[in-house]
């Protein structure tokens, strides 16, 4: 089988052509290949697929987590999906539409010399309410609650991007020991489907820092849905604009939170680092 490895912000996938043949257990493929020893290494596998509907959606995008668990979206890796159909030649159009298990995202290929350089992703708008995040909980939001993990309480602004995201703002996210209590997050009762959780530190107005512990993977160098969900909770927490650069471990991204359409919009780099064929 052949496979593209490919980056966004440093949040790596293998990433699988599967638009004339399906692949069987995508699930057991990813903890194999995903593995940094034994297989490519990466933060998961991306399957690029022929969409449901091709009136609604050009190509499909399904993305498994490390451990083998299925998820709704990855931000940076769908950017990595409009360089590869571009790139290779499945499309001309400069705008294409994704479908995902979060619905069908719209991104704008921004192109120099023939190859993607850059996307703009339009995440859509996010989601609020609890029940839709999902997080447990009274109230119509999830915004700047206090929350006991580890013996300590955090303020957590609950979001979902299309998938579930924690977001805590705080001051000296380098010295967290994010592999001790990111997963006390992502297992934490109130949230029935795991979590993501974002670590953040305000730096300007219009500037933040993040850490990223993603839902079936660990830390990551970067998390796409989870930089827009974190703008989202700076706005809603008054600690931002709407227009915000995120610095990852990886790399920056640039996000808007469209006041007039209430839509996110999510700006950053696509790169193709080498192709190999799997054996395994």
């Known amino acids: 089988m052949r496979f593209t490895k490919m980056q966004a912000a440093g949040n790596d996938y293998v990433y699988m052509d599967t638009l004339k ?26 399957l690029i697929c022929p969409p449901s509907d091709p009136g609604e959606a050009d190509f499909r995008m399904r993305m498994f987590n490390a451990d083998g668990s299925e998820a709704e979206m990855c931000g940076n890796g769908i950017r990595c999906v409009g360089k590869y159909v571009y790139d290779n030649g499945h499309t001309d159009k400069e705008q294409v539409r994704i479908e995902t ?31 839709d995040i ?15 993990v580890q013996g300590r309480v955090w303020n957590v602004t609950a979001v979902s991007m299309g998938n579930p995201h924690a977001v805590v703002f705080m001051h000296g996210i380098d010295n967290l020991d994010l592999s001790g209590i990111g997963p006390q997050f992502e297992h934490h009762p109130l949230f029935p489907r795991r979590t993501n959780t974002e670590f953040v530190e305000v730096v300007g107005r219009h500037h933040l820092k993040m ?70």
């Open 134 to 148: 999902p997080v447990s909980g009274p109230g119509e939001d999830f915004i700047n609650r206090p929350l006991r």
């Open 101 to 131: 298990l979060a619905g069908v995202l719209t991104l704008r290929l921004h192109v120099s010399g023939e190859k993607v350089e850059t996307v703009t992703v339009d995440m859509g708008e996010p989601r609020l309410a609890p029940k």
């Open 21 to 46: 043949a399906p692949i069987s257990s995508p699930e057991a493929l990813a903890r194999r290949i995903s593995d940094r020893h034994f297989g490519v290494g990466s933060d998961g596998l991306i």
């Open 211 to 280: 850490r990223v512990w993603e839902r079936g993977a660990g830390e990551t160098l970067a998390c796409g849905t989870g930089a827009c969900a974190s703008v989202v909770a700076a706005v809603l927490t008054g600690n931002t604009e709407r227009k915000v650069r995120m610095k990852l471990l990886g790399g920056e991204l640039d996000i808007e939170w469209d006041e007039a359409t209430n839509h996110v919009f999510m700006t950053g780099g696509a790169v193709t680092v080498f192709t190999g064929e799997w054996l395994g």
